[in-house]
């Protein structure tokens, strides 16, 4: 069983920097990818950015050039190093594994999740 525990968010002001962590335990790559979805009140859940067992990354347009997903695989953990934080970066963020091929095809965000963390908040003020 896959289970995903986020921590590191909290308030900061815009212009500064936070690091998620996402400890994945019972993961594996194989054919998925591991990563984070946001959600901001009243908006739909966006996929943020996500890291597969090549060491591909994806990073949405919004948040490309400030946020760096990386993963150390001895540690089980996966981190978004997010800068220049916007005040619109504010939103519960949830770590999420799924899978990432398609038809044969690398699919970004991962068309089908298996498994949700519980979901960290991050507050931009400014």
């Known amino acids: 069983e896959v289970q995903l525990v986020e921590s590191g968010g909290g308030l900061v002001q815009a212009g500064g920097s936070l690091r998620l962590s996402c400890v994945a335990s019972?993961?594996?790559?194989?054919?998925?990818?591991i990563g984070w979805f946001r959600q901001a009140p009243g908006k739909e859940r966006e996929g943020v950015s996500f890291?597969?067992?090549?060491?591909?990354?994806y990073h949405a347009d919004s948040v490309k050039g400030r946020f760096t997903i990386s993963s150390d695989n001895a540690k089980d953990t996966v981190y978004l190093q997010m800068n220049n934080l916007k005040l619109e970066d504010t939103a519960v963020y949830y770590c999420a594994a799924g899978k990432t091929y398609l038809n044969g095809k690398r699919v970004f965000p991962p068309h089908e999740i298996d498994t949700w963390g519980q979901g960290t908040q991050v507050t931009v003020s400014s």
């Open positions: 890291i597969n067992k090549y060491g591909t990354t």
């Open positions: 019972g993961f594996t790559f194989d054919e998925n990818a």
